[in-house]
């Protein structure tokens, strides 16, 4: 069945421009009376676990490392976050009741395939998080969750990406009451995704915003770094992947710690560096980062939820609990890897060489 673009030049401006609906979707999904409804059976046998793998590919690798940050906060749990085409091949030594959660929007992608199919030959229970009902890998799962994201046409992932955090951290926070924890910071997890669904529609209304640093910084530039810390080096991954996919401008993302053990010595005039400060922990360390590349000469832009006396630009976005803002740090990231890819002739849909599910190993 066709979807239609309706207004849209691309599939891509669309969907980036779905999430904050997709992200009240999810909230419609899964909570009914203030009450998390998840199968319980699910959360029964999560509970049990004593540690949690998550196997993924692409952008949901990158979900999954923000999904790991939640699942260990809220339902303290050990968790680790498996490539899947490393996975499969190398299995790692396992704890003794491990659970594996499988993210891919597709449901279809082989290295996944591959590696859920070693899993099951070893009888450990599996959730696969997906878009698609019925895929391959939701079909050989014993549990599945689904996104409720709606068909993403455009191979860079964007709103999957969204929904695959937003449906991780209402299965931590269920995860949390299965286990009857009681947080010492409790997140209010219905109220704060609401939050973060106005939050990104802000940043989608102020698109010409992106467009503009995007005219300014990234027409001539050949290499942009994104750092960051925590969650916000998480996202700092996945907004080098998107600007990569669809721009082809060469893009790397770092724990903004690690910038200066090497990859510093690559900071030229005018390199842009995205710098996300998503946390009050390290948010000064980060700051350090930034003078530091500033005094090489980079082009800093700061993603935050705070205004900071900083050399450079500044994304704001509202305030978030910091445990869910990469929901909203991702969005100005998304839209300036489309605005770059169209700056640069670019068909944001079908980037070169890429393939949204890949089924080949
Ligand atoms: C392909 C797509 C990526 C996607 C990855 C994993 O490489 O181009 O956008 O992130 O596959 O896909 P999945 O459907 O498993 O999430």
Redesign the pocket.
């Known amino acids: 069945q066709a979807i239609s673009k309706g207004t849209y030049d691309s599939y891509m401006l669309k969907e980036i421009d779905e999430q904050p609906a997709v992200l009240r979707r999810i909230v419609q999904k899964y909570f009914s009376d203030d009450r998390i409804q998840i199968d319980s059976e699910l959360l029964h046998e999560l509970a049990q676990a004593d540690r949690i793998y998550i196997v993924?590919?692409?952008?949901?690798?990158?979900a999954g490392l923000v999904g790991k940050n939640l699942l260990e906060q809220l339902a303290q749990i050990p968790v680790e976050v498996e490539l899947?085409s490393e996975f499969g091949y190398h299995l790692p030594q396992l704890s003794k009741h491990p659970f594996f959660i499988f993210?891919?929007?597709?449901?279809?992608?082989a290295?996944?395939r591959q590696a859920l199919v070693q899993i099951k030959d070893l009888h450990y229970p599996i959730l696969t998080l997906?878009?698609?009902p019925n895929s391959t890998?939701a079909r050989e799962a014993d549990y599945t969750l689904l996104l409720h994201a709606g068909p993403e046409i455009a191979?860079?992932?964007t709103k999957?990406?969204t929904a695959?955090i937003a449906v991780q951290v209402i299965l931590a926070q269920a995860l949390s009451q299965e286990k009857e924890l009681t947080p010492s910071k409790p997140l209010a997890v219905q109220q704060q995704l609401g939050l973060a669904a106005n939050a990104m529609q802000s940043l989608v209304d102020a698109k010409e915003e992106i467009q503009a640093l995007v005219q300014k910084y990234f027409s001539k530039q050949e290499t942009v770094f994104f750092i960051g810390r925590g969650n916000g080096y998480a996202v700092a991954l996945e907004a080098a992947?998107k600007l990569k996919?669809v721009s082809y401008i060469h893009a790397e993302g770092f724990a903004a710690g690690e910038l200066k053990h090497g990859t510093i010595a690559l900071i030229e005039e005018q390199t842009p560096v995205v710098a996300f400060i998503l946390e009050g922990q390290t948010a000064a360390h980060t700051r350090g980062n930034i003078r530091e590349v500033v005094s090489r000469g980079a082009q800093a832009i700061v993603v935050s939820q705070r205004q900071f006396s900083q050399k450079g630009d500044q994304i704001i976005f509202a305030n978030l609990d910091e445990r869910i803002n990469a929901l909203a740090a991702i969005v100005p990231m998304q839209l300036l890897a489309y605005y770059a890819a169209l700056e640069r002739g670019n068909d944001v849909d079908q980037p070169r060489n890429?393939?949204?599910?890949?089924t080949v190993e």
């Open positions: 993924a590919a692409g952008t949901s690798y990158h899947a993210l891919s929007q597709s449901g279809e992608t290295d996944s997906t878009n698609v890998l191979v860079a992932s999957a990406y695959q992947l996919e890429l393939a949204k599910s890949v």
